[in-house]
């Protein structure tokens, strides 16, 4: 591959998973972790996205810390993750729309296989994810403490930086 097609590649990648990150916030699937891939793609071609890549990596971090800090929101984060996967298997089977459904069939399950395919895909991302949070923060309070101080900071140094322009 020559350098102006991988860096076109590259460069088509990153808004891609820029796009498709900012899409998973509003809808299941890992949204910050889309957004930091994308900006990581972007970074290397442009400076814009360069200055995100570290305020997002570390927001994401921390949410992924604090998804693990208690029980409760691990087994409400597991079952989200089967809830999504079997919505998924749904859809990938697609019954006939029951009788209560009050619109046309046509709506029932929409989207077809392809729906179905990147639910149970979104569902496995975040189990992984679960389990990295739970591997690298449950237990360590001290590590989301650390992470939360960094945000702080970069967010000291940027004032610091606009007062003296």
Known sequence: MTGAAKRIALETLGWVLLLL????????????????????????????????????RLRALVGAAEGVE????????????????????LWIVKPPAPEWWPVSETWWLPGGIWTGITQVASAFIAIALIVYSYR????HPEKAEDLRRQIKGEGSERQRATDRS
């Open 136 to 139: 690298r923060f449950h237990g």
């Open 21 to 56: 990150g900012m899409a998973a916030i509003f809808l299941p699937g890992p949204g910050l972790l889309g957004i930091f891939a994308g900006l990581a793609l972007l970074s290397q071609q442009y400076e814009w996205a360069e200055r995100r890549v570290e305020p997002v």
């Open 70 to 89: 208690t029980w409760p929101r691990i087994i409400a984060s597991c079952l989200g993750a089967v809830a999504l996967a079997a919505c998924g298997v």
